[in-house]
């Protein structure tokens, strides 16, 4: 446990001194090193790093983010949207539900939330601010329903995760879908009763016909869901092959079908691409490297020790654990919350019979709610960034969206079910 106070306290402080992330993750790990391991050699830090990202679910990561990019600048987007649209338009606080269903559309997709924000904020807010939402509402609802994408698959957290813990990706993003499904019908109740207390009302009604020329404009990007997740859940394709797939069928569909996208275009996209993944991919291999020392000095043993010692069970453990990554999730980024935290607790929760995928979910969740939780959430940054609005006001119509998040992630805290139910049912 000193070893595990030692990394906090130095991560802390490395982190209101304003250092960048892989130094928070990479300093006090080789502070351990120094002072509790200094007679292993220095070459295995090298192999741990290397070898910690060394793994062939990662390759997925890169893909997925490209996958997103490519999407964001081109049609498919925008197509799925206005699918969304003219099936959901006309019901009162229409574009609400749009906004809620472009979201999971696009996450269905991207498995990003920072691109679902910055993809859907340019499309859906002029038109929520037309029909009568408020601004902070509008500005709410749409950094809320990004999250969707780290919960609906394929989702890079979920990818992560399953590096990290050996749980399998597939029952991750199976389980995924459930709980992304409940966590958009509470944005979807939270639109409802704003539409109401507004008196908002639904757009024209669209015709079958002018349904099914949406539905044949969006035929080409209904491909992408249909390939990543049906390839997927069919056993034709690993999750690492189904995000190689998705990006040669974004690049084929954005520039010989849809001709949004030109070689230029290309090259600036995959360059913004590689420098996100070499982003994530330094975190990782920080991360890979602080799991191993916290392994080496058995922190999970001493975690359940003093919980058997204050007679706490599983309970209490997820409350702490939500807790803990509540709080985190104001502070750091998603992806340092989780190289942080899963080490210590994952073999704390497995010591518990806590199913690993109903772990995943509450993890990920959680990492969705720190997304949006001030003074640090990324997605709203993103936002306020993409629409030129003020943080404050973006942090202020967020508020009712993370009381339902709450809700919603002791609901599947305690709910084991409804992570674990869809996996069982498919995969047995």
């Known amino acids: 446990m000193i070893l595990l ?51 062939t679910t990662l390759l997925a990561i890169p893909f997925f983010i490209l996958a997103a990019e490519l999407m964001g600048a081109g049609q498919i987007a925008g197509r799925l949207t206005g699918l969304v649209k003219a099936m959901l338009g006309h019901t009162h606080g229409g574009m609400g539900y749009t906004t809620i269903g472009g979201s999971m559309a696009f996450g269905s997709v991207s498995g990003s939330a920072p691109a679902t924000v910055a993809a859907m904020a340019r499309m859906v807010y002029p038109e929520m601010r037309a029909v009568g939402f408020s601004d902070r509402f509008s500005l709410g609802l749409i950094v809320a329903s990004a999250e969707t994408a780290l919960l609906i698959p394929p989702s890079i957290t979920f990818i992560i995760y399953a590096w990290m813990t050996g749980t399998s990706v597939t029952r991750l993003f199976v389980g995924g879908l459930a709980v992304g499904v409940v966590l958009g019908l509470a944005f979807a109740v939270l639109v409802a009763i704003e539409a109401r207390r507004s008196g908002i009302k639904g757009g024209e009604r669209s015709t079958w016909r002018q349904r099914l020329v949406a539905l044949r404009a969006a035929g080409w990007a209904l491909g ?144 969705s709610i720190g997304m949006i939780t001030p003074p640090f959430g990324l997605d709203i940054f993103v936002a306020s960034s993409t629409l030129s609005k003020p943080v404050t006001t973006i942090v202020s119509g967020l508020m009712p969206f993370i009381l339902a998040n709450l809700v919603v992630l002791a609901i599947i805290t305690y709910v084991p079910d409804i992570s674990t139910f869809l996996p069982r049912l498919v995969m047995g």
């Open 5 to 55: 106070a030692v990394v906090i306290i130095a991560a802390v402080v490395l982190l209101v001194a304003g250092f960048e992330m892989f130094l928070v993750l990479g300093i006090p790990t080789l502070m351990i090193k120094e002072f509790f391991y200094g007679s292993l050699p220095d070459p295995v830090i090298a192999q741990k790093i290397v070898g910690g990202i060394n793994h």
């Open 224 to 367: 992408m869901p249909l390939i990543i997740l049906g390839g997927i859940y069919s056993g034709i394709f690993t999750p690492t092959e189904a995000a190689a797939v998705s990006v040669v069928y974004a690049i084929f569909v954005e520039m010989v079908v849809y001709r949004e996208l030109d070689f230029r275009k290309l090259f600036a996209i995959t360059e913004r691409a590689a420098i996100s993944t070499a982003i994530i991919f330094v975190l990782l291999a920080m991360g890979g490297l602080l799991s191993y020392f916290i392994t080496l000095a058995r922190v999970p043993d001493s975690i359940i020790l003093l919980l058997e010692a204050v007679h706490a069970g599983p309970v209490i453990f997820l409350l702490v654990v939500n807790l803990t990554f509540f709080v985190a999730g104001m502070f750091i980024d998603p992806n340092s919350a989780l190289l942080i935290l899963v080490p210590p607790l994952y073999p704390v929760a497995m010591a518990f019979g806590i199913d690993p995928v109903h772990f995943g979910m509450i993890v990920t969740l959680n990492i």
